[in-house]
């Protein structure tokens, strides 16, 4: 299963090098397969599939802001049929928006599925994209993440790393929402007190998360998408190439040991 993923990287990761779309030669070229792009990226849907097509890349995910999601959801819907995708995702809530308390949190979950059940009904997918503050303890002790995803309707991609900078170890988290991870941002974290001008980020397999294992997990939870992403590389193009040499080595390790017998 882990081979037949596509190799797939988050168009986040290329903003400070602009324009994004020029990348997508190159990126073909190192084997990605596939990119996520984000709502800079929607003035001109038709446009962006005419490129994605010329270097023959799909863009099966998105990333979604609420406001589009909630005020105008025929809009996205558009959006994401011009290109392609079947998995739409809303990526952040800012920090004036988010709740303080449970039963707000709560509500928040609840008007993520509602989002969720008329976005299938059109026949896409839906997901929270978390950061760190999901998984930081309310203060009944649960977390905002576990009142996001209270509705099954309403999927996850998870960020493992950001899992990992609130203090938790994402492995049980992928295993516990097993069948409702619709993708994951493959992304890595630099020893303690380096990479600080790319703000502690690293490329995909040089930093201390275990990725390895991760991949195994993500894999085994029903992840259709695995996509590379570094928020902030100083050098794009060595971001892409070490983090898909990575990726190739982890989905070889997690290849069935038949196939591998077979080789």
């Known amino acids: 299963m882990a081979c037949d993923l596509p190799y797939s990287i988050q168009l986040h990761s290329a903003r400070l090098f602009p324009p994004a779309t020029d ?10 397969t596939n990119v996520e792009p984000t ?4 003035d001109d849907p038709s446009a ?33 049929d011009i290109l392609g995708m079947r998995l739409i995702v809303c990526p952040f809530l800012p920090v004036e928006s988010r709740p303080a308390v449970t039963d707000d949190w709560r509500r928040f979950g609840d008007r993520l599925a509602t989002i969720a059940r008329l976005l299938r009904s059109r026949g896409f997918d839906f997901a929270w994209h978390n950061h760190d503050y999901e998984f930081r303890p309310l203060r009944d002790g649960s977390m905002p993440i576990q009142h996001i995803a209270a509705d099954p309707a309403v ?71 695995l996509v ?13 190439r070490r983090s898909i040499e990575a990726m190739r080595a982890f989905a070889e390790m997690t290849k069935p040991e038949s196939s591998l017998a077979a080789r």
Not at 39 to 42: K, N, S, T, V, W
Not at 53 to 58: A, F, G, H, P, R
Not at 207 to 223: E, N, Q, S
């Open 23 to 32: 990348h997508f030669p190159h990126l073909a070229a190192l084997g990605y």
């Open 155 to 225: 999927h996850l991609q998870v960020d493992v790393a950001w899992v990992a900078l609130a203090g938790i170890d994402p492995q049980p988290w992928l295993e516990g929402y097993a069948g409702r991870i619709a993708a994951v941002h493959v992304k890595d974290i630099a020893p303690r007190g380096s990479r600080v001008e790319e703000d502690g980020w690293a490329d995909v397999g040089s930093g201390i998360m275990p990725w390895p294992k991760l991949w195994k997990a993500a894999v085994a939870a029903g992840a259709s998408l």
């Open 48 to 80: 962006l599939r005419e490129t994605l097509d010329e270097s023959d890349l799909t863009a099966l995910s998105g990333h979604f802001p609420l406001h589009l999601l909630e005020g105008a959801p025929d809009a996205a819907c558009r959006i994401a």
């Open 228 to 240: 590379a992403e570094h928020d902030n590389p100083s050098d794009f193009d060595r971001f892409a």
């Open 39 to 42: 709502d800079a990226f929607y």
